[in-house]
């Protein structure tokens, strides 16, 4: 399960909310996160990790050994222990909605509650909302560049940790994705859950043959079997063999999978065996290495593949392992708030975000302006908490990744190339830029 | 809290372990833990996670919840299910200590167990010691591209989820970093907690000195001041003002920290002023984008930085986010095991490793050997858990920093470079040669 602790969390978080406390400094804050750019070769964000978030701001409550324990550290005064002890959140919350397509600058979610609420969920928040949105970002990429192939999360075992593990399992279900190899991922939130065997499974029979056959017999639904661990033709040409055999026991065999060697030439030698051999309706799978490039050069091969087992590349996002972002005061007491740090400056105030469309429906541009602003286009940002609760009930994951389908079929052709052959336009509208030059350096204290 | 759920598994594992309950398949299997290769530009590993990896070994039990799941899933035989309602680990396990340098081929940790049990394990045990390993190792870098200077983890925002966030503190301790400013690896770990303030903090108060005095009267033990929110060097002057009327009052400011520009010329300049205006004994801290590359170029240049807070540089071991590695069957049944699949050969049988030391203790070389073979030298793997218990108790978190500092030292001065200047020599020894030339690909299967 995630991470019930409230202490996962920054200690100047803590730190702050003590003097805040010490000082009655409990006016209304917003403050928004965004990334705050785009990694290389990437044209687009898929949001994702919201229900979470939300889950994480409903359930945050301090234990009695929690309070013990801080008190123990001789860092707080009775005054904060207090507050932690009857800890609530209880403010409102904006946000984009999971699975939608969205860019840099934008707001992924916002949140508006008394400051020391806001300032002490900040730390968790943004660790669920940046991983899970970096995975349905990356997860997206190979979802458009295998279109119609199955596409698993096999990445638990090199994910950092367990958590990692089940939220990639969710963003990259959100994103396309089959289904996971995670167990806790089939729990936790009825994710599919796919698996085939190991190569130990057949180092531990005399003969692979054999292991083919006991492992078909003790698992009749769906059997996928590995076929490399000595000579992938020679395995593929078992597999043969024995399905007739397992067939005259009502025993389907599903699949194959191959995880060593070349895989587009292997692919293509056991597809021959296999249709050769009358199994035509026997799916190849491969693992070991694929991300969304060696998607695209399979696919153009034409390679006889089904379907992918994705490990590292998608759980720790290899090429791009974290996005830069920010969860950034926007206003206190209804001023408007704006850092100025030497090239980490940021867009000031409550936002909206407004997407136009083409007329053949592909997304055409956004604009980012003031929440009071009025402009073309569909709204982003909707409120999705207030006063702590739920204005409605969750959305199921399958509407989320019903709506990152949507999305995603929706990006402009550029965008859905590996390489974005253009960048997306989000303008900023002028009514946010006068107010973010109003606070300039110049006016700074 | 770390993951508890024994469904935190690949779904194989379990599809494995119910053939070889339907067939009664459950003599002894070894399986070895290795990282195959090091990643660029590095020169060792550094063994981490193994207390947690035990401590998972030891309490893994399925709930109710999770049993009635499983059945829920349709997928399993009741055979299964009674297993894994009663299941506990009872095999032997071999490792090399918490905080060794280590490399490719060696193997971190060994399970001797009835099949069964030693499969059910893979997923987690790998998924916790690859993320500790990688993390350890990279903090390693970081630790020795900066002597003596406060190394603090600051990463948890960005982290790869909560978890990560925890075991990034706890493998950077180990590695020599001061501490962590998440509050849970205080908590569960014992980890000197570390914090300052946000710029939010700054921002709210209507000026910057307010904002100091306040924090700093909050907080009065160890204050440090975040002074980059709007002029770094007005900032400092605003601390120099400020100092003796806090001292008038008993609280001593301990640092700054700045967090944006040019890191080096800020400290200088910010220095400077502290110099000029009394505060020797202020430290500057700095944070943003920090790696052991920039550690290192700031150490070169004498820069007056006392320390580094680290953020996702290390969490998310930017440069390696990964390492290849691998759970293999070694032996089952007394009998040795090799996988020959194309490309990803490893060494069979139950193995040791011998270390040996120049005159001048540096590490010189290792063996790696067969178990049963003797060689010169001091053997690194140890048995640490006999029949699912441990067999001394765990040593503290302290004793596994010892450990690796004193590892560290060790090291020869080519390899404590960010670019190792000579790769360490890990012989195979003639045994382990001729061993796995028996079992060549012309035997195979």
Redesign the interface.
């Known amino acids: 399960?995630?991470?019930k602790?409230p202490?996962?969390?920054?200690?100047?978080?803590?730190?702050?909310v003590?003097?805040y406390l010490?000082?009655g400094?409990n006016k209304t804050?917003v403050?928004e996160f965004f990334v705050r750019r785009l990694p290389e070769r990437r044209g687009f964000l898929l949001a994702a990790g919201l229900e979470d978030a939300l889950g994480f701001l409903e359930t945050m409550r301090y234990a009695d050994a929690?309070i013990a324990?801080?008190r123990g550290?001789?860092?707080f005064?009775d005054n904060l222990l207090d507050y932690l002890a009857s800890f609530r959140f209880t403010g409102d919350v904006h946000a984009i909605p999971e699975g939608s397509v969205c860019f840099p600058n934008e707001p992924l979610i916002r949140i508006t509650a008394p400051?020391p609420q806001a300032?002490l969920v900040?730390?968790?928040l943004?660790?669920?909302l940046?991983?899970q949105t970096m995975i349905a970002s990356k997860a997206a990429r190979m979802v458009l560049a295998a279109p119609g192939k199955i596409l698993s999360d096999?990445g638990?075992?090199?994910?950092?940790?367990?958590?990692?593990?089940?939220?990639s399992a969710r963003a990259s279900y959100i994103a396309g994705f089959g289904g996971a190899?995670?167990?806790?991922a089939?729990?936790r939130y009825g994710i599919p859950?796919?698996?085939?065997?190991?190569?130990?499974?057949i180092?531990?029979h005399?003969?692979?043959a054999t292991a083919f056959e006991?492992?078909a017999?003790?698992?009749p639904?769906g059997v996928i079997l590995l076929i490399?661990?000595?000579?992938t033709e020679a395995g593929a040409r078992k597999v043969v063999e024995l399905a007739p055999r397992l067939k005259a026991d009502g025993i389907a065999i599903r699949g194959v999978r191959i995880?060593?060697?070349?895989l587009i030439a292997s692919a293509r030698k056991v597809r021959r065996i296999f249709d050769d051999g009358g199994l035509n309706d026997v799916i190849i799978l491969v693992s070991g290495g694929i991300n969304e490039d060696t998607l695209q050069t399979m696919v153009a091969a034409r390679a006889p593949i089904d379907g992918f087992g994705i490990g590292?590349n998608l759980d720790?996002?290899?090429d791009a392992?974290?996005?830069d972002?920010a969860?950034?005061?926007q206003e206190?007491?209804g001023t408007p708030?704006r850092?100025?740090?030497?090239?980490?400056i940021t867009w000031p105030g409550r936002k909206q975000v407004w997407r136009t469309y083409d007329t053949d429906g592909r997304i055409a541009g956004d604009v980012l302006s003031l929440e009071s602003d009025s402009h073309p286009g569909e709204t982003l940002i909707a409120p999705v908490m207030r006063g702590g609760e739920r204005i409605a009930p969750p959305p199921s994951l399958q509407q989320i990744r019903d709506r990152a389908a949507r999305d995603l079929a929706r990006l402009p052709e550029p965008l859905r190339q590996l390489v974005p052959g253009t960048a997306y336009s989000v303008t900023v509208a002028d009514t946010l830029q006068a107010l973010a030059a109003e606070m300039s350096?110049a006016k700074?204290?």
Chains 1, 2 share one sequence.
């Open positions: 399960m995630p991470s602790s202490l996962t969390t920054d200690l100047y978080e803590l730190n702050m003590q003097a010490d000082r400094e804050a403050f929690d324990w801080l550290t001789g860092r005064g400051l300032q900040e730390s968790r943004i660790n669920i940046h991983f096999f638990l075992r090199t994910a950092h940790g367990a958590e990692a593990g089940l939220y190899a995670n167990v806790l089939g729990q859950i796919v698996g085939t065997m190991a190569h130990s499974f180092q531990v005399d003969d692979e006991n492992y017999r003790s698992r639904d490399d661990t000595y000579d995880d060593s060697g070349d590292v720790a996002s290899i392992p974290s996005l972002c969860y950034k005061l206190y007491a708030k850092k100025l740090s030497e090239g980490k350096p700074g204290r």
